[in-house]
Every structure is written in C-alpha cells, then in structure tokens.
C-alpha cells in the first residue's frame, strides 16, 4: 500500500480535521478580505501606543519580563482602539521581533479573551477579530464566552442545542467554513477551561456537535489547550491593569483554576481525572483516553513528548513508534508539524530528521512539515518546493499529495487548484492534483 493511502480516510473525515496551525492557510488565504481596507488612522508611530514606541519600551535594557510589557501595551491598545487596532500592532510588532512571532498566536488568543464582554456581543466581538497567528483571536473570544458565568455556563451548561447555537450563524454561511472551524475549535478551548480542564467532560461537549469534522476541529481545540496551558499558562487572559474587576487571569488562578502544572498521576480508577500532560508517560492524556478521540490526540501529541524530553527528536520518533498502530501514522504526521517549528521551516534539517521516522512512516513526517509550510503562509510554493527535495518514491508521493490536499483547502475553484499544482514536476503532478481533488475530468485534462 502506499504510504499515502491513509490519507484518504482524513480527507473523508474532513478536510477541516486539522489542528489550530492546519487551519491557518485557509485564514491567511481569505485575509485581504477581511483586513480593513486601510490602516486606522489611529495607527501614528507619534503615539505612545504605537508599535515602534511600544518596541522601544519593551526591549529598553532593565525591562525584566518583555513578555509582560508587551501583553500589557496590547491591552491597552485594545482598550483605546479596539480589536482591529491590537491585532494591526501585534502584527506590526512581529514584523521586526522574531520572539514575538513565534508567540503570536498565545498573543492574538489573549486580545480575544479580552476584547469579549458579554454573551450578547460574543458574535461581534468575534467578527471583530482578524485571522492572522492561526487565529488566535477568534478562539480568544469564543473561550472566553465559555468562562464567563453568564454566558456558556448559564441556563442548565453546555447542552446540544446551545453548542450548536454558538456557532449557527458560521455554519449557515457556506462560504466560511474556515470560520465555522475557528469558532468549533474555540469552542474546544473553551470547554476545556469550562470544565476545569477535565478532558473527558470538556470532549463530551464537542460530542453534542452533529458533524464529524466538527466534533474533530473541537477535539483538536481541547488537546491544544491542554497542551498550551501545560507549557506556556495563558498570560494577560483579562481586562486592563486600570479595571476594578478580576481579569479572566485572575479568575483561573483562584482556587481549582490552577492547571499550569505539567504533571498528572493517573491511578487507574474511575475516577481519575484525566488532565494535563505526565513527565512520566509521553503518551498521555492519549494513552488515557477512549479509542475514538486518539486521532486528534496524536495530531497534537509530539508537542507534549518533545517538552517532556527537551526537545530530542529522535526521543519522539521513537516514541511514536510505540503509539496504537492504527494512529501511529498521525503521530509522525505531528513530528513533521513540529520540526517545521523546532527548525524555523528549514529545508535540509527536515530532509535530515524526516528519516528518523522508521519504513513508510518517514512519508508522515514530511506530510506534516509540507502542510505547515503551506499554512503558515497560505502558499503552497514553499511546500512543492519542499516536495522537490524528498528522496522519490512513496515519500515525494506523499509529500506532493500532502501539498495538494493543502491547495484544496485554500481554494474550491478546481482552475486556480490545478494552477497551483502546476509547479510540481510532470511525473508527480497527478499525486498533487489527486490531493486538490482534481481528476482527469476536471478542466478537460
């Protein structure tokens, strides 16, 4: 069998079964669109608020947490200027601070739980949001929804016709699935928090979800906040220094809100909860879950072994070796995912820690390094180019069939999908146009 053939049954599932980075593609691509049509005049380097001025600030020499500084001048643009003017500074910000950029995502995801207020405005404050560092922000908002007492906890939980309430409105527009799954996912982030990070009643929640792939972009928001919370605590989750009121910070440090510890002891019982991430066992909470949510566990599961291990990644490769057969392939698929962020997208040293993975499996890991080289800049060119690379056979199959399932996502127009897989060398441009779901009916071909 080949080594792709397995990527078939992830398409029937959903194409939008990706993780929170998988879904930035789709984001980036529709971006113009929903970018203002100019910077807000509000947007003056003379200002204090103003990015150059808050650089200068924060990175000054004798600033102890930049981290803390930045997350601070945000808010605080978000107060004066509202969403789209803290979102345009964290970009602008990123532009010329290579840190920032790496944590943008955390960053967009704490404007979102500010910029939320009540249940009332919860549909256009997430509207307000814009889809750059794999949207971060929209999941912000929707999390924040879920920890406010009056909104997702409020009349009797979390029931199937609110979940599927929350997000009628994305589900309605045809033309946006990408945001159906922002708001699904943060529905994930949100049940996880709301359910005091218990992961079997935080992922029964994305079961009342009528869709498959639905239920699995949820899955995917639930394994990343685990993870995210494990690794790296929200930071600035609130409101302005200048409130009166607890920020959401403050109100998930009170007591049963404290989960930034990364171990879990698991005892086996039924009544263990299963939270977090164990030092001890690279496989969990995966390891400690029901068989039909190990899917979207191992999408993400590389990310808690390499920061249980320091960031070994022939560790990790190992491991996935020893993960349920029938996920192992997910597994390497995640160790692609995460060398393209250990190594800032390089080429060579993917060739080279690619083929840690053993037999078919290698195919996997250059799977998940091709599509996040596509989703981090909706461009597939970076990938094919990638693609070219990989040593032929079933590995460069894969690698151009990966690509192709990526174009498919960023457009549905079958001309501009075929366009884009033209790059690809004559022998395996059917394996990138298969990806896109192009056959040799479409356009005449």
Not at 86 to 111: C, F, K, N, V
Not at 146 to 154: Q, V, Y
Not at 199 to 227: P, S, T
């Amino acid at each position: 069998m080949p080594a792709y053939a397995g990527m078939t049954d992830l398409i029937d599932r959903g194409t939008m079964r990706l993780w929170s980075a998988g879904i930035a593609a789709v984001i980036a691509a529709l971006a113009p669109a929903c970018a203002p049509a100019q910077p807000p005049a509000h947007s003056s380097f003379a200002n204090p608020s103003a990015p150059v001025a808050i650089q200068e600030r924060c990175t000054a020499d004798g600033i102890a947490d930049t981290t803390s500084c930045y997350e601070a001048a945000l808010l605080a643009v978000l107060e004066a200027e509202g969403v789209s003017g803290a979102m345009e500074t964290l970009e602008t910000l990123a532009d010329t601070d290579p840190a920032l950029q790496r944590h943008g995502h955390e960053y967009s995801h704490a404007i979102g739980l500010s910029a939320y207020e009540t249940p009332a405005t919860v549909g256009s404050t997430f509207a307000a949001c814009t889809p750059i560092f794999q949207s971060g922000c929209y999941h912000g908002v929707i999390q924040a929804y879920f920890a406010d007492p009056a909104g997702a906890a409020a009349n009797g939980g979390v029931t199937a016709e609110s979940a599927k309430a929350l997000c009628a409105d994305q589900r309605e527009n045809s033309s946006s699935s990408w945001l159906l799954f922002q708001c699904v996912h943060g529905m994930g982030h949100g049940l996880t928090s709301l359910n005091n990070y218990d992961l079997e009643k935080a992922l029964e929640g994305c079961d009342l979800l009528d869709a498959v792939w639905e239920q699995d972009a949820c899955y995917g928001g639930i394994f990343m906040e685990n993870i995210v919370q494990a690794t790296a605590p929200h930071h600035a989750l609130g409101r302005p220094e200048t409130s009166d009121e607890p920020s959401l910070t403050e109100q998930m440090a009170m007591p049963g809100h404290d989960h930034s510890e990364m171990a879990m002891e698991m005892d086996g019982s039924a009544t263990g909860v299963v939270t977090g991430l164990d030092p001890d066992d690279p496989h969990f909470p995966c390891s400690a879950l029901p068989d039909r949510y190990l899917g979207a566990c191992y999408e993400m599961q590389t990310s808690a072994m390499l920061f249980a291990n320091g960031g070994d990644m022939a560790a990790a490769a190992a491991e996935c070796g020893e993960a349920p057969s029938r996920v192992r392939h997910l597994c390497y698929q995640s160790l692609g995912r995460d060398i393209s962020s250990y190594t800032a997208q390089s080429h060579s040293d993917a060739l080279r820690l690619c083929a840690l993975a053993p037999g078919n499996y290698e195919a996997w890991c250059h799977v998940g390094f091709a599509k996040n080289l596509v989703d981090l800049t909706a461009d597939p060119s970076d990938a094919l180019a990638y693609c070219s690379k990989v040593r032929p056979g079933r590995n460069k199959e894969a690698c151009y069939r990966a690509t192709g399932e990526e174009i498919g996502v960023l457009t549905s127009d079958a001309e501009r999908r075929a366009d884009l897989c033209a790059p690809a060398p004559a022998e395996y441009r059917p394996f990138c146009r298969t990806g896109a779901g192009l056959s040799a009916l479409d356009l005449g071909v």
